[in-house]
């Protein structure tokens, strides 16, 4: 097999909560095997997650390769390990990092150090038929909008303190519903009979979501939780949808692609495609595993940067906790 033509790279995740390991070529995804850490009380602890991790590397690198074997991959046909170098938990990123490091030294192939929001934005672009989005990403930690331009994905909105997913989580916790919380919410939300105002809080092109989740929890004292869940979507998603529209104003896109745990939000998709219909543009999500946090993407853009030749030596293979997709430049594509 020509290993430039046809690339096929390991890719591994593990920036919070879930550990994915996937194997892809440029067409598509060859085998994914994914362990999701789920906190038996409360939130993500970085601590635990991590141990999760560590258990499970094992297990889940053995599994992706051997059911890889089944398609007739070896291990010698894989030619870069990819890894999630960041933004993460620390202790959490240190494992998949570690792990990737063994991996590239035993098979002695290249690493690649991938940016966990780029990938999820690459994945959209490999699994839809968007091809240069205005992207709408939100995560339990992140929240961004973002769009290419000049060679990077340039950062046009973003939370000021927590992600949407985290700010759902928190008050889903506050009002007793497990984690994760978004998903409650949204079911709760759909019974709901009237509106309570909550705090709408943009400023310039980003938002801030802290004050939203607080004043939420304290509404609980005094609304139906039904009713409080579907204010804080509407209030949430309407700040979120307002920035975005304001960045395809501003770049002239004609396309949105929504990324991240928190675009499985029914309500979320409805408002950002009335928009998108309302300005005669496309709007792209990706199948749902394609979504959350999973390995395959970290993989794919580990291959497209394998074909740039864009690797990372070992020592300079350091976690970056708090890695901005805006610190990376865009070597593969061409426009
Ligand atoms: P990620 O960090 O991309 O793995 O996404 C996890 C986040 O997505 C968590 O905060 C979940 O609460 C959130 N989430 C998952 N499904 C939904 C949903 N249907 N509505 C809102 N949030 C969701
Ligand atoms: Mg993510």
Known sequence: MNGLAKPIILGIEGTAWNLSAAIVDTFDVIAEVTSTYVP?????????????????????????????????????????????????????LRTAATAARALSLSLDIPLIGVNHCVAHIEVGRWKTPSQDPVVLYVSGANSQVLAYRAGRYRVFGE??????????????RGAGLQHPGGPKIEVLAKNASSYVPLPYVVKGMDFSFTGLSTAASAALKTSPIEDVCFSFQETAFAMLVEVTER????????????????????????????????????????????????????????LLMFEQQTLLPLNESHVRPNYRPDDVVVTWRGD
């Open 247 to 302: 960045a395809v104003a501003h770049t002239g896109k004609h396309e949105i692609l929504l990324a991240g745990g928190v675009g499985a939000n029914m309500r979320l998709r409805e408002m950002l495609r009335i928009m998108c219909n309302e300005r005669g543009i496309s709007f792209y999500v990706p199948e749902q595993r394609f979504m959350g946090d999973n390995g395959s993407m970290i993989a794919y853009l580990g």
């Open 40 to 92: 038996p009380t409360g939130g993500i602890h970085p601590r635990e997650a991590s141990q999760h991790h560590a258990d499970h590397m094992k297990s889940v690198i053995s599994t992706v390769l051997a059911n890889a074997m089944d398609k007739e991959v070896a291990p010698g046909d894989i030619k870069a390990i990819a890894f999630s170098q960041g933004p993460g938990l620390g202790p959490c």
């Open 159 to 172: 939370t000021l303190d927590i992600g949407i997913g985290n700010a759902l989580d928190k008050f889903a």
